[in-house]
């Protein structure tokens, strides 16, 4: 059994069962734990739209081996906040059309995460470095930085993004 901590909740993974010796732990997320946030984009750890947060930093799940998050933390969009109580960098996102077509945005959402967990107030290089590993095809990196410093704002501050 692989146990690990998934969005807040306990995770014991049968692997023998559920997963080859070698999935990656994209796999796994996508497969048996039903999540679609983290997406395959490039499985080459170039394109970042299936990071996910492994204790707090963004890691790319298309390469990191499944047993390696054993006893660890991970945080996928999912758990970044929910419908009823979404998380300010959610809200800037939408408040900001910063998504076109969304294929990335997972992974930025949680790289973002990271950042402003880091730095409350980043500045647009900051903001830029940090999501530097992501590939947006969209057009969309200026609102995307204004809702990253919307969400940052709104953090500061305890009110709506």
């Known amino acids: 059994?692989?146990?690990?901590?998934?969005?807040?909740?306990?995770?014991?993974?049968?692997?023998?069962?559920e997963a080859p010796d070698d999935a990656p732990l994209l796999q796994v997320l996508r497969?048996?734990?039903?999540?679609?946030?983290?997406?395959?984009?490039c499985g080459a750890e170039q394109c970042g739209c299936c990071m996910v947060l492994v204790d707090?930093?963004?890691?790319?799940?298309?390469?990191m081996a499944l047993q390696a998050v054993g006893g660890r933390s991970v945080v996928t969009a999912e758990g970044l906040g929910s419908p009823a109580a979404p998380h300010p960098l959610q809200t800037a996102f939408l408040a900001e059309q910063a998504g076109q077509c969304g294929?990335?945005?997972?992974?930025?959402?949680?790289?973002?995460?990271?950042?402003?967990?880091?730095?409350?107030?980043?500045?647009?290089?900051?903001?830029?470095?940090?999501?530097?590993p992501h590939l947006c095809r969209c057009g969309s990196h200026n609102r995307i930085v204004?809702?990253?410093k919307r969400a940052a704002r709104a953090m500061r501050e305890g009110a709506p993004a």
Do not use: H, K, Y
């Open 103 to 132: 294929w990335c945005l997972s992974g930025i959402l949680v790289s973002a995460a990271a950042l402003l967990d880091a730095d409350p107030d980043p500045d647009d290089d900051a903001i830029r470095r940090a999501l530097d």
């Open 31 to 41: 497969g048996p734990l039903g999540l679609s946030g983290p997406r395959f984009g």
């Open 146 to 148: 204004r809702a990253v």
């Open 56 to 63: 707090g930093r963004p890691v790319p799940s298309c390469t």
């Open 1 to 17: 059994m692989l146990e690990f901590t998934l969005n807040g909740a306990a995770v014991a993974l049968d692997v023998q069962r």
